[in-house]
């Protein structure tokens, strides 16, 4: 499609205001005045034909794509997924891009098409900073208007159930509230620059081995705890345009026919105005999926008929489904894009500010690098060290990135091959070696691949520091069968190690891993999938420059015997693609854990991991005091003081916990809030947050509500979520809250 013509076909949504607004002034301003956006599209969809409804409700790839081998469809910008729009009524065109991190440029169809990469949403989960999520989505919101893209896929809140899961890096780690704040601050980001964002992956994705075979087993109640309210929070937060399903059963269903889901949960109890629509290739049938309230079908190229196409028409037709629901259907995502100012402000395709973007991926890869071990203060590193030596994981290119649909390759990134076409391993190009010399420009700075075990450790033997980068890839449709550090890393680690004490390891990975050689090292960084700036992020951090500040929002475990479900299936007895329907289905019992998810569950069963939730060290100390827990008539305020006691100035993360003691009616600790502090040595802040009463509530599944009981609860606060030592206790009348 030419650049001319892409202009004049998003210009027409100006001139169709005028179809279905009387009043000009009002239609300009719809994301002023959001009532304006639901008048706005029920006048729209009256207009339509109902082949132009049904014309919004199933998109196709965006892209040349092999089966069937084909084409990019006329109109598309090149991209995840597009629909055409209804032009004669300014709807513009969808035009759908992947994902959380960044604009992806699938198989690069579009030629030196450039993006910002951003760190991995894991290493942003672990800033803890909702405005570094909200500055992050404006740069994925800015970089897609700038492309002539107005949906973004991103918005991954899926909690971390199962740590060898391939898309862990797309999520936000494995509490509730932590996702769903920092989701929903992302959405608004992106939404901000007036590109919808959806929500996924709805609900319960936890896993990719069998994900279109496998269903989610697990309780109402357990689920809303947990799951569900990390969607719940998101969505209030964030308002998302658009919700996707997942892949995976729910309790037996498909996500995308799941009435539960979508008609109870999402649209009923949550009042959910946008369109929701599966995942690529997720569509099961016409009108089990259509009357469960899935709105719109997506990646039809993926199914074996456009289920939502001719097939929804004459379902209308022959009344199996309701005229109603179809307006509804065709509302909801017209709705969504006068509420975010698509229609109105139409993208445009711009210059990108890359330097000012770039930025912020620093940012958030600085504040998102957690500092797990540094015994005998081995870092900050001195910059008059004579000889360093670095080891491993390509730090002479860059920084690993996660695969899959999520994947951003900015121009100058080392891209190796991962067995598919779609799926390649990259590095981005920010090298930490280049970082590492321009922060000790004195220092005689060494690199070896670490491909010689023996080679590596004569290198380091001698060395004033050795610094080695170690890495697990990670991919959407494939675990990762354990946590091991892939490739003879660890042996690696231990020989360097032992070659010189003098050793920092750096660990680039999707989540947890094991560390069997941790009582050997002095220092370890978790520095995840940092993104377009992770080079000098790292070196930053191992300098001094950057005092660390990220907290781990997931819990490494010592082992696997440690999980709820210690052992995986086995990935060749099952498929993960969705373009193989499954010879076999099988089911994952989450009623394990229930609600318990992460830290709960090991608290839960007195098991003692390697590092847990919220862990990070700094290079300075911190100091609480004074909590206190009052109640101001339906609010819980609690609020404690920080003090910096360190010499140089730090960023803390003071956490909030609560529990309810009784047996009958108890639950374990649950985060209920957190700040982020930064103080000079010697200063004191006193933070305060306000409990959503959510968070100390079980949801009643007879009642279809929140239940808070009455009586005496526990509350902590410290550094994490094994490290409380200040408790209270505050009484809380019952109550009883809307679902």
């Not at 951003?408 to 970082?435: C, E, F, N, R």
Request: aromatic residues 8%.
């Amino acid at each position: 499609m030419k650049i001319t013509n892409l202009r004049s076909c998003f210009s027409l949504a100006i001139v169709g205001a005028a179809l279905f607004n009387v009043d000009q002034g009002w239609a300009a301003h719809s994301t002023d005045h959001k009532d304006s956006a639901d008048s706005r599209a029920e006048a729209a969809v009256k207009a339509m034909t109902i082949d132009e409804k049904i014309s919004l409700l199933h998109t196709q790839v965006g892209f040349p794509f092999p089966i069937g081998n084909t084409p990019k469809p006329d109109g598309a910008v090149g991209s995840a997924g597009y629909a055409p729009g209804v032009p004669r009524l300014g709807i513009p065109a969808l035009q759908e891009s992947d994902a959380s991190m960044g604009v992806a440029n699938p198989s690069n169809i579009r030629p030196n098409d450039n993006a910002t990469a951003l760190p991995s949403s894991m290493m942003l989960a672990a800033t803890f900073d909702p405005d570094l999520a909200y500055r992050g989505g404006k740069v994925i919101g800015t970089e897609a208007h700038a492309k002539g893209i107005n949906v973004m896929l991103a918005g991954g809140v899926n909690l971390v159930r199962e740590p060898r899961s391939g898309r862990n890096f797309e999520n936000l780690g494995e509490d509730p509230l932590l996702a769903g704040i920092m989701g929903g601050y992302s959405i608004k980001g992106i939404q901000s620059k007036h590109v919808v964002s959806t929500i996924k992956h709805y609900a319960l994705n936890a896993q990719e081995t069998g994900r279109v075979a496998v269903s989610s087993d697990i309780k109402e109640g357990a689920a809303r705890e947990s799951d569900l309210l990390a969607f719940e929070l998101a969505i209030e937060k964030g308002q998302p345009g658009s919700v996707m399903t997942s892949y995976n059963q729910y309790n037996g269903t498909y996500t995308s026919e799941n009435a539960f889901l979508i008609n109870q949960v999402l649209k009923s109890d949550w009042k959910y105005k946008g369109w929701v629509m599966s995942d690529w290739g997720a569509t099961a049938s016409t009108e089990k999926a259509a009357l469960a309230g899935l709105d719109q079908e997506s990646g039809e190229n993926l199914d074996p008929v456009t289920y939502f196409g001719e097939p929804l028409k004459q379902a209308v037709q022959e009344g199996r489904v309701s005229q109603e629901r179809l307006d509804d259907m065709a509302m909801r995502v017209v709705r969504s894009l006068f509420a975010v100012g698509a229609v109105d402000h139409p993208p445009k395709l711009a210059d990108i500010n890359f330097k000012a973007h770039a930025k912020v991926a620093k940012a958030t890869a600085e504040q998102g690098i957690v500092l797990l071990k540094n015994d005998r203060n081995q870092l900050p590193l001195s910059r008059t060290l004579r000889r360093i030596v670095v080891i491993g994981s390509h730090a002479d290119a860059g920084v690993l990135s996660g695969g899959g649909s999520a994947q951003v390759t900015p121009i100058g990134s080392l891209v190796l091959p991962a067995g598919s076409d779609y799926v390649s391993q990259v590095y981005h190009p920010s090298s930490p070696l280049k970082a590492i010399q321009a922060e000790a420009p004195r220092a005689q700075v060494v690199y070896d691949s670490g491909e010689d075990i023996q080679r590596a450790a004569r290198l380091a033997k001698g060395a004033d520091a050795v610094i080695v980068f170690a890495q697990q890839w990670t991919t959407e449709g494939v675990d990762v069968p354990d946590l091991s550090l892939p490739d003879n890393q660890d042996a690696l680690i231990e020989a360097v190690a032992k070659a010189n004490p003098r050793t920092t390891v750096v660990l680039e990975t999707g989540g947890p891993v094991k560390m069997p050689w941790l009582n050997r090292v002095p220092a370890v960084l978790e520095a995840w999938y940092s993104g377009a700036k992770g080079g000098e992020a790292i070196a930053g951090v191992l300098f001094g420059s950057v005092n660390p500040s990220g907290r781990l929002p997931v819990t490494f475990l010592q082992d696997e015997s440690q999980l709820p479900r210690p052992t995986m299936r086995d990935p060749s007895t099952t498929t993960s693609s969705p373009f193989v329907v499954p010879e076999e289905f099988f089911s994952e019992n989450y009623n394990i854990e229930g609600a318990d998810v992460g830290y709960k569950w090991y608290e839960r069963e007195g098991k003692k991991p390697l590092f847990p939730f919220g862990y990070g060290l700094s290079y300075t100390q911190f100091k609480y005091s004074n909590l206190n827990a009052e109640t101001r008539g339906s609010k819980l305020v609690l609020s404690m003081d920080i003090t910096n006691r360190g010499r140089v100035k730090g960023i803390d993360t003071p956490q909030f916990y609560i529990e309810n003691p009784s047996r009958k009616n108890g639950f374990t600790s649950r985060l209920v809030g957190w700040d982020r502090v930064e103080l000079k040595p010697g200063h004191t802040k006193r933070v305060k947050v306000t409990v959503d009463p959510r968070l100390v509530a079980r949801f009643d599944e007879r009642l279809n509500s929140w239940h808070i009981h009455a009586g005496s609860y526990n509350v902590s606060a410290g550094a994490n979520a094994m490290d409380r030592p200040h408790k209270v206790r505050v009484r809380l009348d019952e109550r009883y809250l809307a679902p």
